[in-house]
């Protein structure tokens, strides 16, 4: 059996933190920007190139995570038995989930009722990994089989539609469901195809055994990411197959770009796989040797991305809320009884783009110091089991 590194290996926290501070610009941007609250802003007809990317760029994120979470209980399954493996994924798959319908939900909302509660992406992972604990029992190859499978294959089930139902939500369907108590569920991360990436990232663990040279595994992933993004292009080009979203040939250049680029993320088309998977693996074959100060600075979040995930949207919620008093909406952002984008009595609040980023960078800033606090803190207590937890 071959050996893993005995050090962390640094492209991969730099990666995990580089997303982890894109995805909190996707956050601020649902709580500060104006148009956040009248139109979609990957829609062609409506948005313009820079809120676009604003947006699209964030697309790598769950993809990434869902990827890396295989590829950490791989590196996991070193040190442990298969037995002690699944019980170490069931725990903190179980977890997750617990604290996706309470801390997370709390934070988006502040409604100590949790009138508004459902899948999204913390419980997406905790599922999946629940998922992998079983899976990790079979051969891996046929789990690598199986991964690709369903990533190539799940958009084949697009014509299935069950509205209302929390089952087939939860399995390949974005729903949002209002019960008469005015309870609302939302199903945002259905398994299929997520279960899949992550036990993707499982498999691809093997390339960093000891034995599988940082020059090896460089050529490796740049040749599947290429030609994974040849694959994308060539799909979409065509509208053969790959998302139910086709692209349209607008008279303007920029919208045409646009609308190539709006693929489906719930649930996550294979195109818009192929786009986010293939970006991931080009970074993460050709960053290994990367050294500096904005490396050491992404890698701070990337060593406590869960810590992070959770404080920051805790403080992003509040800023919105004082802000939002302090400009003439009073409390109305402090306790949202539905997804924030959904309240009426909000529309016309909102700010410039402009500001999203200025309140994004700060957000950042002031993130950063309490992270690497954490992570030394984290660092200095192995001995604190419920650390790992965080």
């Not at 646009?258 to 050709?286: D, E």
Request: charged content about 10%.
């Amino acid at each position: 059996m071959n050996s893993l590194p005995k050090t962390r290996i640094a492209s991969i926290d730099l990666l995990k933190g580089l997303v982890m501070v894109i995805m909190a610009l996707d956050h601020v941007r649902d709580y500060f920007h104006a148009s956040a609250y009248l139109f979609d802003p990957t829609d062609p007809t409506q948005s313009n190139l820079i809120l676009f990317f604003t947006r699209f760029i964030t697309h790598f994120c769950a993809p990434t995570f869902c990827f890396l979470a295989g590829l950490s209980a791989f590196m996991v399954s070193r040190r442990k038995t298969k037995a002690e493996l699944s019980s170490f994924l069931i725990k903190r798959g179980l977890w997750l989930v617990f604290l996706e319908f309470t801390v997370v939900v709390f934070a988006w909302q502040f409604d100590p009722y949790f009138r508004m509660n459902g899948f999204g992406v913390i419980s997406m992972l905790g599922s999946s990994m629940i998922i992998l604990a079983g899976l990790i029992h079979l051969p891996r190859n046929l789990v690598l089989g199986m991964s690709i499978l369903v990533i190539l294959g799940h958009n084949l089930l697009d014509s299935i539609q069950h509205p209302g139902s929390m089952v087939w939500g939860l399995i390949h369907q974005q729903d949002m469901i209002t019960y008469p108590s005015g309870l609302v569920w939302y199903n945002d991360y259905p398994l299929v195809p997520w279960f899949a990436v992550m036990a993707l990232g499982f498999c691809f663990g093997d390339f960093y055994s000891a034995s599988f040279t940082p020059e090896k595994r460089k050529k490796t992933f740049t040749q599947i990411g290429l030609g994974a993004l040849v694959l994308f292009f060539l799909l979409r080009a065509t509208n053969f197959y790959g998302d139910s979203n086709l692209w349209v040939n607008y008279e303007n250049l920029d919208q045409s770009l646009m609308s190539f680029l709006q693929v489906s993320k719930y649930p996550p088309s294979l195109l818009f796989l192929l786009v986010t998977l293939s970006g991931m693996l080009l970074f993460l074959g050709n960053t290994e040797k990367f050294k500096g100060p904005i490396v050491q600075f992404f890698t701070v979040f990337g060593r406590v991305p869960f810590f992070f995930y959770i404080f920051h949207l805790y403080l992003i919620h509040a800023l919105a809320a004082v802000i939002g008093y302090f400009v003439g909406y009073g409390w109305m952002l402090l306790v949202l009884p539905d997804w924030i984008l959904e309240l009426p009595y909000l529309q016309g609040y909102g700010y410039s783009l402009g500001v999203v980023y200025l309140v994004w960078i700060g957000v950042i800033a002031f993130s950063y110091f309490l992270c690497k606090k954490y992570d030394r803190y984290k660092t200095q207590h192995p001995e604190k089991w419920w650390l790992s937890y965080l």
